[in-house]
């Protein structure tokens, strides 16, 4: 894989964007293996070409064309058993999401893809789904114009990266939408607040009394709201934010573990370490370890 050509560096198994940019689309071609690694980034892989399998917390996964995978930042994955296989790979930065692109989360497709889909059902992270026939065809038609985009200032040019990528993201949600997310069904705007207030304040004690009573809802009434929008109640989404938001800091900061579970909204460490571990299949100090400084597989 080379990442030169792309905004991407790679430090060990961590690859992250480069400061500024805003996204990528490109060729990612895997011979034999592809060791396990992480992204501090949102990253949509499309099997174009070619054959293998992804490895990741929720096993293995035999790959074929028309086959993609949505990962959210933290997740770690890696390939085996590539003979050419072709990925069109797309990131972009969590921060990204948060600002110019979170109105999606109120569109039940792209709020689905982006992000309820990777975390309900215990899924881990990633979402899977598969394109065939024009949604495929339309799907790399977009990848191919982000990725002639890739040499321009974002100065000048942030719309179109914005644009392109939102009807890569677009054209992708309407393909691999669940049963009944018509795009009609609009989500309850005491669910927005919710999750803006927990985005907001990961470190708050919330409770699900607290935050009820801040929506002025009864909590009964909200857990029904949330979880039709979501498909997870409001404190367990919660967890997966902060979950997200601690391996950031684990990647990026040289903080202790403890002030990194102080910091997310879990002052306990023995607590926080559970949580951790139930989320990424490692432990918070293995994590830092294989992604940050050397190479190597991770073991539950």
Known sequence: ?????????????????????????????????????????????VVIGGEGAQRSLAGRKQLRVGDVLMLRPGVWHGY???????????????????????????????G???????????????????LAGPAYRE???????LHDLREVPVA???GDLIGRLTLFLSCLARAIAPAGAEGSV?????????????????AYHWTLTSL??????????????????????????????RVELAANRLLHTDHPINRIGESVGWPDQNYFARRFKSHYGLSASTYRAR??????????
């Open 1 to 45: 894989m080379d990442v030169d050509v792309f905004p991407v560096e790679q430090t060990r198994t961590l690859l992250h964007i480069i400061d500024g940019s805003l996204a990528f689309a490109g060729h990612y071609v895997h011979e034999d293996s592809h060791p396990i690694h992480t992204h501090s980034f949102v990253e949509i892989a």
């Open 186 to 202: 609009e989500i309850h705007p005491a669910v927005l607040e919710a999750m803006r207030m927990l985005e907001e304040r990961p």
């Open 112 to 130: 689905h893809l982006l992000w309820t889909g990777p975390y309900a059902e215990q899924r881990r992270g990633i979402l899977t789904g598969h």
């Open 80 to 110: 085996e058993d590539c003979r050419g296989l072709d990925l069109y790979n797309c990131g972009f930065s969590i921060e990204l999401l948060r600002r110019e692109l979170a109105w999606t989360r109120e569109d039940p497709q792209l």
């Open 156 to 158: 000048t040019h942030r």
């Open 291 to 300: 992604f940050t400084r050397r190479l190597g597989l991770p073991k539950a």
């Open 139 to 145: 799907c790399v038609e977009h990848l191919e114009r």
């Open 212 to 241: 009820a009573a801040e929506l002025h809802l009864a909590p009964g009434y909200l857990v029904r709201l949330f979880k039709s929008a979501t498909g997870l109640p409001p404190m367990a989404y919660l967890s997966r934010h």
